[in-house]
């Protein structure tokens, strides 16, 4: 009678394990996240409606290399928790090399505030007269726990002719991230503009100072003997 009383139990729980293990088995759905950075002509935060800050469809700017450090090369996104801790996430991904990404959006930026269509990137090949080298090394780019966006870079600007060291500076900049999904690489979007902005401005300063030494070269000088009363 006992024996009896339990088997519908059994039975129950036989079923439920079945069911259990169904739901366990049956595909789960992705939820991966995938993220890129965008350049200003796309309206990143403070970059809609971005006015060159020069026309030279003649120049010539080549960028790279950008060199980053080795714990963002890969496609999880990185947050620093600390300042010796990263949290790799499980479902946010890059959808394709950071360094690529950023490069890129660079490149873009670069050409819209410096009003040419000729960017390069590294390595280049030929003959190709270039005016300025642009070379970026990345030391820190990625939110920070309490929502901040931040990159540290320095770059450095050359001759595009002989290679000599024009300009170089250290950026050190910061943006809020959003509340949505897409906040951090937005975020970080604006930290690539900002160093996009310093790097066009400097360039357009060069450009200004090489071009008043020619035309000062180019003033004829009267001769002495004109001179002469």
């Known amino acids: 009678m006992m024996t009896t009383g339990i088997r519908p139990y059994i039975a129950a729980l036989i079923w439920a394990l079945i069911f259990a293990g169904c739901s366990v088995l049956a595909p789960q759905p992705d939820r991966t996240q995938y993220f890129i950075l965008t350049p200003m002509s796309e309206g990143s935060p403070g ?16 960028v790279g290399p950008i060199k980053f450090p080795g714990y963002l090369g890969r496609s999880e996104v990185v947050t620093r928790s600390a300042g010796n801790r990263l949290e790799v996430s499980d479902q946010k991904r890059w959808g394709e090399r950071l360094d690529k990404n950023f490069e890129n959006v660079l490149c873009e930026n670069l050409s819209q505030l410096l009003g040419t269509q000729r960017v390069i990137t590294f390595p280049w090949y030929g003959k190709a007269r270039i005016d300025y080298e ?5 030391e820190r780019f990625e939110t920070t726990s309490d929502g901040q966006s931040r990159l540290s870079a320095t770059w450095t600007i050359r001759n595009g002719q002989d290679g000599t060291e024009l300009a170089t500076n250290r950026l050190t900049t910061s943006t809020p991230v959003g509340g949505d999904d897409s906040g951090g ?18 360039i357009v300063e ?6 008043k030494r020619t035309t000062t070269r180019m003033v004829p000088i009267p001769r002495a003997s004109k001179l002469a009363v």
């Open 47 to 62: 970059g809609a409606s971005q006015q060159p800050i020069a026309s030279s469809s003649e120049l010539v700017i080549a």
């Open 134 to 138: 642009v070379e970026v090394r990345v």
């Open 185 to 202: 690489s937005a975020a970080l979007s604006h930290c690539v503009a900002e160093l996009s902005r310093e790097i066009a401005a400097r």
């Open 206 to 211: 060069l450009k200004g100072r090489s071009m």
